[in-house]
């Protein structure tokens, strides 16, 4: 398996999370990381809620709110609200939350 850069990077007021989220799996978890066309890294997730009315987008900010000890105020989605592919903007210490992210992707 080829490595990939981190699908995550310290911005201004947190980090943003790059991910593609695969809706109404028969697990919930992550896959690794993966490119896309273009070569960008994107973290791969599955959920197992239903990609209908936001539900998808609520399951996903619960589930990295839980697994990050992050607030659900704090996981903003700047781009993808419709789309498999999202941008995320985790709000917070920067240094702190790529640390959390270290540790939970190894």
Known sequence: MKPYAAPY?????GVRLALRLTPRASRKGVDGVVADAE??????LRLVAPPVEG??????????AKTLSLRKADIII?????SRVKSLHLAGDSAAILQKLDAWLG
């Open 78 to 82: 700047r781009s993808g609200e419709t």
């Open 55 to 64: 539900v998808a987008n609520e399951a996903l900010i619960a589930f990295l």
């Open 9 to 13: 990077a310290a911005i201004g007021g």
């Open 39 to 44: 070569g960008r890294s994107l973290l791969k």
